[in-house]
């Protein structure tokens, strides 16, 4: 009965105040100059190394992480980009930045590539996270998808989402993946009559932006994938921060975490048949 007192009442908390929020113009050039910094980095990790970053540990870290690997695990670091060495202020708004790596025995980098190109049967296997998907368009190594997304803790955030992804191949056995969201739009009374889509930038700002980087090697017998994800929400109200902190920090990693370990899970059951 007292747990679910404290998850009525976290329900209304998170409900009512943030019902919603206009995202400003001041807090979208942050976010696009902290992932402008962050590109730039991840541009001169894939030019001269190392490509993977936990190729980048030294000694036994290194080992430590590879057998982590090797055992399944999903080995997953948050990340932080500075500007000189100076924090970079959002005003209004959060900025989460999580990498993630799994490693894949027995598939190769085409199963792997050819597998994050289905974008029409995202649902089939990341469900519940995501309830339904579609390839808008392609053009070569060029693609555009839509991808309704559900998240569910204390209370239900759907939000339909649309992204511009490119890939690129580096080098022999490499491939690296950009995706960004181009549309963000909060879903309310989904699957019912008067379902409608808030307007963007101005809605509860659980989600304004996502924007992932893969990175994938085939070697020691195996797919090596990384993933590095940067996501934007709003920021948290002080008198709510004991509350919704906590889950909204949470969030991101567990998204990343989920989402690799199903491409793991999915691709090694795909080699075993």
Known sequence: MRLSVLLGIAAMAVSQPLCAEQLKPETVAAFDHYVSLSEARM???VRAGPFLRVDGLSGKDR??????LKNGEV?????????????????????????????IPGATLAQTVAFLQDYDNRAKYYAPAVERSRLLERQGDHFKMYMRLRDKKIITIVLDTDYDITYTSPGPN???????????????????????????????????????????????GGTYVQLEA??????????????????????????????????????????RK
């Not at 080992?63 to 982590?68: G, N, V």
């Not at 700002?205 to 990175?215: E, I, S």
């Open 75 to 103: 080995v997953v670091e948050r990340l932080e980009t500075f500007d000189q060495g100076r924090k970079i202020g959002v005003p209004s708004g959060l900025i989460h930045h999580w990498m993630g790596t799994v490693f």
């Open 63 to 68: 080992e430590a992480a590879l057998a982590q």
């Open 174 to 220: 490499r491939m690296v993946c950009r995706s960004v969201t181009t549309r963000v739009a909060q879903v309310e009374n989904d699957g019912q009559k008067d379902e409608f889509g808030k307007p963007v930038g101005n809605d509860s700002g659980f989600l304004w932006r996502l924007n992932t980087y893969w990175r994938m090697e085939q070697r020691d």
């Open 43 to 45: 541009a001169e990790e």
């Open 230 to 271: 940067i996501s934007f929400s709003r920021d948290i109200p002080a008198a709510l921060a004991w509350l919704i902190g906590p889950l909204v920090n949470r969030f991101p990693r567990e998204s990343l975490e989920f989402t690799l370990g199903r491409t793991r899970k999915t691709l090694l059951d795909g080699t």
